[in-house]
């Protein structure tokens, strides 16, 4: 189904609410598949798709290992077996392979196992290199990576039916790897493209590495495909990871999180027994007190239902905000909930050839441009605002620049745009943005730098700069020293 199995409809920075057709079904993304261990009926399947899981994630290895299972997936299916009728996908083994160093099976084994027990998304035996390791360890796991990938399109291939298969996307944290191995995939061709080796990272908050290998990953691979981001489960970073482009999540955190007394919100982790008034309305959350909770013999199952529906709530925000173009607004307040987030997110937006990419996917119009920190002045719609300041061919001898928007003038100036002709003072972004009136000072300069290089592109054109004396004071501080075409007029 390579191609034609997934359709976007709406798209926000470089996320995107896409359409994946499975044989099971339609799944609306971004979306979290929650992983059922095989061997424990924790939350029956029934009671995850009532929270919101439009398709889940088993370990097929296990399955296979395990005699009776294995037995009864094979004679009734993978969905019979788990109770789930809706999309199932299948990890293969490399789970376990990350954490034992090996598994007794072969990948021709685990895909033909897959196909057999009617996954309708299946996945290669690749190897997850953990990060740092020698670059010699990562080529060599990738090289063979690869070639699993290759055995796994040709065996799937024969098969011919609809099902979904997965290309692992390998390479530790060293960025030319992971971008060869992008291409070595898409050359084969895959329905999904998976992002793996990243739970160390994520575990260990390193979200700088994060959102710099999803970027790499997104910067050479089609628009079209959708992307895995394997083992992200916490709803603190789903924003972020949407917003690079990523669609699909998994994990098991709302019931390892659950098993620890740990009681998962949008920012961030909560213990238990800390928790004095629950900041949710969820069905368990309204319906016990913390201190209830605390003491119910189900404690454990009630918090991992609050966990997936905390899961599930927020990346119905996250699409709400893709639809209303405002996910750049979620992202900046959700950075602010950990300051690994908060550097992973400045990682993303202040290298060049990072902002670069966002850029070309971001739309480029929108409803609102609603100011929520620096980070806003790094958006794609400042960027193409200023580039196209200074591409504007003046042709008047003499043109006037306003600070304030109720006096009269040829330009104003609004941080952190720089500025803008008049004839724009309604049309986006500029007449749509929201700008507080105390700001940073980077904001500020943010927008001096624009008005500074329209000057100097415009040197034949005297420049009136009508402002009271806080802006003139700015703008003398800014500038080395005021150009000989540039004049002020002061206004109260």
Known sequence: MENGSFEITDKDIMGRIGKLKTPHGVIETPTLFPVINPNIDFIHPRELRRLGAQGVITNAYIIYRTNNLREK????????????????????GSYQLSVYGDVEITN?????FQNIIQADILTPLDIPTP???????????????????????????EIGDDRLLVGPIQGSTYCDLRTNSVKTAESIGFDIYAIGGMVPLMDNYEYSTVTEIIIEVKKCLSPSRPVHLFGAGHPMMFAVAVALGCDIFDSAAYALY???????????????????????????????????????????RLLAIHNLHTTFTELDTIKQAIKSNTLFELVEMRI????????????????????????????????????????????????????????????NREVSISFSPHIDAEFYFKPPFGIYHRALKESYPVGHAEIPSIIEAETIETGLKNLKEFIEKNKHVRITL????????????????????????EVK
């Not at 021709?108 to 033909?112: A, N, P, R």
């Not at 971001?362 to 958006?379: A, L, M, N, Q, V």
């Not at 003398?476 to 004049?487: L, Y």
Request: hydrophobic letters at 30%; one cysteine or more.
């Open 466 to 489: 009508i402002c009271d004396t806080r802006w003139k004071n700015l703008i003398s501080e800014f500038f080395d020293q005021i150009p000989t075409n540039v004049s002020f007029r």
């Open 108 to 112: 021709s084994e685990i895909i033909e």
């Open 73 to 92: 997936a094979v004679k009734r299916g993978i969905h019979d077996l788990i109770g789930f009728q809706g999309p199932v996908m299948t990890d293969s």
């Open 131 to 157: 990060p740092y390791v020698t670059r010699a360890e990562a080529e060599e796991d990738l090289k063979t990576t690869s070639s699993r990938l290759k055995e796994a399109k040709k065996i799937h291939s």
């Open 336 to 395: 602010r909930s950990h300051p690994s987030l908060l550097e992973g997110w400045r990682n993303a937006i202040f290298k060049k050839d990072f902002a670069s990419t966002i850029e070309r996917f971001d739309p480029s119009y929108k409803r609102t441009f609603f100011y929520t920190g620096i980070e806003s002045c790094y958006r794609p719609a400042v960027i193409r605002h200023q580039k196209k300041t200074l591409e504007l061919k003046i042709e």
């Open 258 to 300: 659950a098993k620890n007394d740990r009681y998962l919100t949008p920012q961030g982790t909560l213990k238990l027994n800390e928790i004095h008034y629950f900041p949710c309305n969820c069905e368990v959350c309204s319906s016990y007190t913390p201190q209830e909770l605390r003491t119910s013999e189900d404690k454990e």
